[in-house]
């Protein structure tokens, strides 16, 4: 049933950021290391383990490592929410990362602030095949599922109205950002900045190190602002978990 040359690694931090796709595996099995279930299985034609990290950079480092490792995952996706940090990106966007940074680096004055130490990066760039392949999914969710798979009253609810779709920076750290002073510091750090949330760039050093190719893709679910929490719990259950569903499914269909 694996047709197509591909190992792909999906991670997600929360269960409602994935909700869906394990049942829809097929054969799948499940290995249960480091206190994480990897479900290994065929996701619509796809040679697929997914699995679910827990919040952070470390979290989301060692679950990729060991997709890496222990399952030889040639390809690798994480797909989850983030907050905005930009007026243009409004809850209910998609953001696919061309670069991510760590917001949260400093070991100066050993090295300049967010350089990863010893790699001379600051920003890891994501895989553009991948990138192209993500924006035709995205686009093609947006334009043909949205309306049938969100209810109107979510809908609503969300202020969905014509969601768009963005590439750029987005930042992580081992931070939710519920403040709009805070925000504005990344915004003067990063003022190309996106996105934040907690783990894209730490998945994305693994994969540099690893030369894995892989992507962030994220909804916005909150402004990064004093509401944040409230949205985000509320946006999770009742939308995100739709977004990633429909979006792995139309990824699917365009893989080589
Ligand atoms: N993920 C979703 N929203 C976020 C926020 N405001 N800060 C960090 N990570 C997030």
């Known amino acids: 049933m694996d047709r197509k040359p591909y190992r792909l690694g999906i991670i997600s931090a929360l269960q409602e950021e994935q909700a869906g796709l394990i049942t829809q595996m097929r054969d799948g099995k499940i290995f249960t290391r480091g206190k994480r279930d990897y479900v290994h299985g065929n996701l619509w034609g ?19 490592a060991m997709l890496i490792e222990r399952f030889d995952v040639s390809h690798l996706l994480f797909t989850g929410v983030a907050g905005s940090a930009d007026p243009e990106v409004r809850v209910g966007d998609i953001v696919i990362a061309s670069e991510l940074v760590q917001h949260d680096m400093d ?6 602030r967010f350089e990863i130490p010893l790699t001379g990066l600051s920003r890891f760039p994501s895989d553009a095949q991948i990138n192209r392949y993500l924006l035709e999914a995205a686009t093609n969710f947006l334009d043909q599922d949205l309306l049938t798979e969100i209810s109107e009253e979510n809908r609503a609810n969300f202020n969905l109205h014509q969601p768009r779709l963005h590439q750029g920076l987005i930042a992580s750290g081992d931070e939710f950002i519920a403040s ?12 190309d900045l996106l ?20 992507s962030v ?9 004093e509401d944040s929490a409230v949205d ?11 977004y990633a569903f429909h979006t792995i499914r139309r990824l699917s269909a365009l893989l080589p």
């Not at 985000?232 to 739709?242: C, D, G, M, P």
Request: charged residues 20%; hydrophobic residues 50%.
């Open 107 to 112: 070991t100066r004055p050993l090295f300049p």
């Open 180 to 191: 709009a002073s805070r925000l504005q510091e990344l915004k003067r750090d990063f003022p």
């Open 46 to 64: 796809i040679d697929c383990i997914c699995v679910l990290s827990r919040l952070g950079k470390v979290a989301s480092a060692a679950t990729a």
């Open 232 to 242: 985000f719990l509320s946006f999770i259950r009742h939308v995100a978990s739709v």
């Open 195 to 214: 996105a934040v949330e907690m783990e894209g760039a730490a998945v994305a050093q693994v994969c540099h190190e690893f030369g894995i190719p892989f």
């Open 217 to 225: 893709i994220r909804t916005i679910s909150d402004n990064a602002n």
